[in-house]
C-alpha cells in the first residue's frame, strides 16, 4: 500500500506518518532494527510514493516494547506469537495468555544461571588444585 503523507482531510486530524529514521531516533533502535521487526510482522508500515517505509505514532511504543521483551530472552518468532496485550502496550509486563511462558522463560534462565554457577565452582576448585600443585 503507498500513502502520500498528506493525503486527504483526514490528513489534518491525524498523525502524520513516520519514516523509519525518526522512528528510529524516537525510539533508539537502529534503523536495521526496525527494518527487520517489519519484515518479521512486528510492526505495520505503510509505502509512502517514494517507497520509504511509513510508520504511525503507534510503531513508537511497539518498537520500545519489542525491544523490552528481547532484552528478557524472547525471540522475535515468540514476540510475534504473543497477544496484543504484549507487544502494543509500552511497559506491558504480563497478560493472562503470556504467563505461562513467561513461567517458561524464567525457568530456563534459572537453570542457565545453575549451569553456569557449577562450571564457575568447577573452575574454582580446577585453579586451586593447579596453584595448590605448582612447584614454589
Same mark, same amino acid.
Given at each position: 500500500m503507498k500513502i502520500s503523507?498528506?493525503?486527504g482531510p483526514a490528513a489534518s486530524t491525524m498523525p502524520a506518518p513516520?519514516?523509519?529514521?525518526?522512528l528510529?531516533?524516537?525510539?533508539?533502535?537502529?534503523?536495521?532494527?526496525?527494518?527487520?521487526?517489519? &519484515?518479521?510482522g512486528l510492526l505495520?508500515?505503510?509505502?509512502?510514493?517514494?517507497g520509504y517505509r511509513l510508520f504511525s505514532?503507534?510503531?513508537? !511504543?511497539? !518498537? @520500545?516494547?519489542?525491544? @523490552?521483551?528481547?532484552?528478557t530472552g524472547f525471540s522475535l518468532a515468540e514476540i @510475534?506469537?504473543?497477544?496484543?496485550?504484549?507487544?502494543?502496550? &509500552?511497559g506491558a509486563t504480563a497478560c493472562s495468555e503470556t504467563s505461562l511462558v513467561q513461567r517458561q522463560r524464567l525457568a530456563s534462565v534459572e537453570r542457565q544461571?545453575?549451569?553456569l554457577e557449577r562450571r564457575r565452582t568447577r573452575l574454582?576448585?580446577?585453579?586451586? &588444585?593447579?596453584a595448590a600443585a605448582s612447584p614454589k
Open positions: 503523507p498528506s493525503a513516520m519514516p523509519i529514521g525518526a528510529a531516533r524516537a525510539t533508539g533502535a537502529s534503523i536495521r532494527s526496525i527494518r527487520h521487526y517489519d &519484515e518479521h505495520a508500515s505503510a509505502r509512502a510514493d517514494n505514532a503507534q510503531a513508537i !511504543v511497539q !518498537v @520500545r516494547q519489542i525491544q @523490552r521483551l528481547i532484552a @510475534r506469537g504473543f497477544p496484543d496485550c504484549m507487544r502494543m502496550i &509500552e544461571i545453575a549451569d574454582r576448585q580446577m585453579l586451586a &588444585e593447579g
